[in-house]
């Protein structure tokens, strides 16, 4: 069976930084694409940042260019998402995602695993 497990999430005043992490498991991922993706209520889920496992290519949403950072430990099979000098506006449930390929695309379409989500949460 396959999931992908977040964690890391919480309540931080902003400036500050967090670290999520998403354990995927049940096949490999080495051909897939790891993306994350947040919601906040009311609004639509959008795009944060990607990376393919295979080509190493990365994307990022314009909101978070220079202040989140995507990355990979292959021996635990873990992807990252460091978050650093956070705003309120980076309030959302995020989720860690996968889609087949190499494409790194921003559309959560073609995203064909998802995880159950982990809440962030930043103060003013």
């Known amino acids: 069976q396959v999931q992908l497990v977040e964690s890391g999430g919480g309540l931080v005043q902003a400036g500050g930084s967090l670290r999520l992490s998403c354990a995927p498991s049940g096949r490999s991922f080495s051909t897939y694409t790891m993306g994350w993706f947040r919601q906040a209520p009311g609004k639509e889920r959008e795009f944060v940042a990607a990376f393919s496992w295979r080509g190493g290519a990365t994307r990022y949403a314009d909101s978070v260019k220079g202040r989140f950072t995507i990355s990979r430990e292959n021996a635990m099979n873990t992807v990252y998402l460091q978050m650093n000098n956070l705003k309120p506006e980076d309030t959302a449930m995020y989720y860690c995602?996968?889609?087949?390929?190499?494409?790194?695309?921003?559309?959560?379409?073609?995203?064909?695993?998802w995880g159950q989500g982990t809440q962030v949460t930043v103060s003013s």
């Open positions: 995602a996968a889609r087949l390929g190499a494409t790194v695309t921003t559309s959560n379409s073609g995203y064909i695993y």
